[in-house]
């Protein structure tokens, strides 16, 4: 009878469960949708009309001043929906469409940034807003924020599998929150299946094949692992210093993001560096063919550092792919080995490198490229975990156990 009522009882918590993430997964999953279709189109504008990079100054003064007028000047971003999962802060619901709105400005004009940084700011304001309207208890209201993640993840990214353990990994690395694992899953098949419904385009990432196990391979894999991760570290290091020498030097938000726009205008505007601009997403899709310039990693950190520190908006999260898959492309070049596996290898690392999540970089080789050259992957992943250190994109993510060591440490990741 005990056993009867206590299955009765976990019944009850999935069916409340599954309702809830459902919900959530079609709310979000439309609004990503939404996102996606509107990152396609201005992307498409700018690439046929490149004077819009001239306005990237006027886009800049539309940002601030739209984050001025909504009292949210002190925006930290996707730092903010992972305080909310630490219980340190409240979204607000206006976070989702300032950051639909600004992210697109950011892209019609040219600014270098992701669109994945800024999918997880729209799904945790919508699911931290959905627990409000339920009424949920702050630690259900935190998996709904969980849940909102995964959906928005997988309906702008396409990979759904990977959604679902991201949005459980990133904030506190070294432990999972397995109580979201069937809200976050369902949510994450909902939106993904929404974005679907609504012929949401993924980019056609190469399947990579296994090569032939080799010494030379192997260790090149280790190493680039090994360089992976320092370049992860410099890419934090000077997006958080940037940010803070700028704010230091230029207190005023205005005058600070026209002055870095006009920097990125000049910027763009000289030979061959459209290449940079927005996401960069056919710069690395030729790196993961094998063709590449050996400055690309480098030009693409600086025009992310400049656009993100002055203040406009997005996610490092698709430059950190660029930036990695064009080393790595690089990489196998200089070493006469496949230059496809290792930009793909390079491209999976760096993500490693910045964001601490380990199991989600795996499952995001997985779901782009196959399953074939998985040794590789899970060797190289494993290295730039190890050896990025302490150091993260995000300064609320918290490391909760040591990355050499079975220690609690719960330290929030270096600026």
């Known amino acids: 009878m005990h056993y009867s009522i206590h299955i009765l009882s976990h019944l009850r918590l999935l069916v409340r469960w599954l309702l809830l993430s459902l919900v959530?997964?079609?709310?979000?999953?439309?609004?990503?949708?939404?996102?996606?279709?509107?990152?396609?189109?201005?992307?498409?504008?700018?690439?046929?009309?490149?004077?819009?990079?001239?306005?990237?100054?006027?886009?800049?003064?539309?940002?601030?001043?739209?984050?001025?007028?909504?009292?949210?000047?002190?925006?930290?971003?996707?730092?903010?929906?992972?305080?909310?999962?630490?219980?340190?802060?409240?979204?607000?619901?206006?976070?989702?469409?300032?950051?639909?709105?600004?992210?697109m400005l950011t892209h019609l004009c040219g600014g270098s940034s992701g669109r994945e940084g800024a999918a997880l700011q729209i799904g945790g304001s919508l699911g931290n807003l959905l627990g409000r309207w339920f009424h949920l208890q702050p630690a259900d209201k935190r998996v709904l924020v969980m849940c909102g993640m995964s959906a928005a993840f997988s309906a702008v990214f396409g990979t759904p599998l990977a959604a679902v353990f991201f949005a459980m990994e990133v904030g506190s690395v070294g432990i999972m929150y397995y109580a979201a694992l069937v809200p976050c899953v369902t949510a994450s098949l909902c939106a993904n299946f929404i974005a679907k419904l609504c012929r949401v385009e993924q980019e056609g990432y190469p399947v990579i094949s296994m090569p032939d196990w080799s010494l030379e391979t192997l260790a090149a894999a280790v190493l680039l692992g090994l360089c992976c991760a320092g370049l992860s570290v410099l890419f934090c290091i000077l997006l958080h210093e940037t940010d803070c020498f700028l704010k230091k030097k230029?207190?005023?938000?205005?005058?600070?993001?026209?002055?870095?726009?006009?920097?990125?205008?000049?910027?763009?505007?000289?030979?061959?560096?459209?290449?940079?601009?927005?996401?960069?997403?056919?710069?690395?899709?030729?790196?993961?063919?094998?063709?590449?310039?050996?400055?690309?990693?480098?030009?693409?950190?600086?025009?992310?550092?400049?656009t993100m520190a002055a203040g406009f908006k997005g996610g490092e999260i698709v430059p950190s792919f660029f930036i990695g898959a064009t080393f790595g492309c690089l990489y196998g070049l200089l070493l006469h080995l496949s230059p496809s596996l290792f930009a793909a290898l390079g491209m999976i690392a760096v993500f490693c490198g910045v964001t601490n999540c380990p199991v989600t970089s795996l499952l995001i080789a997985f779901e782009l490229f196959g399953m074939g050259a998985m040794p590789y992957f899970l060797i190289c992943i494993a290295i730039s975990y190890m050896l990025s250190g302490y150091y993260g994109l995000y300064h609320s993510q918290k490391i909760i156990y040591s990355k050499y060591a079975p220690k609690y440490i719960n330290r929030h990741t270096r600026n």
Not at 286 to 295: E, K, M, N, T
Request: net charge positive.
């Open 24 to 103: 959530t997964g079609a709310i979000v999953g439309g609004v990503g949708a939404a996102f996606a279709w509107g990152m396609t189109l201005v992307t498409s504008l700018r690439t046929q009309h490149s004077w819009l990079l001239l306005f990237l100054p006027v886009s800049g003064l539309a940002i601030v001043g739209l984050y001025r007028i909504c009292h949210f000047e002190k925006d930290s971003g996707t730092n903010t929906v992972l305080s909310t999962l630490h219980a340190k802060t409240e979204i607000p619901a206006r976070m989702a469409p300032l950051i639909f709105i600004s992210t």
């Open 250 to 306: 230029i207190p005023n938000a205005y005058i600070r993001i026209v002055s870095i726009a006009v920097i990125l205008v000049i910027l763009g505007l000289l030979p061959n560096n459209a290449d940079y601009l927005g996401a960069g997403i056919p710069v690395l899709l030729r790196a993961l063919s094998g063709q590449v310039v050996w400055y690309a990693f480098l030009m693409k950190l600086l025009f992310t550092v400049l």
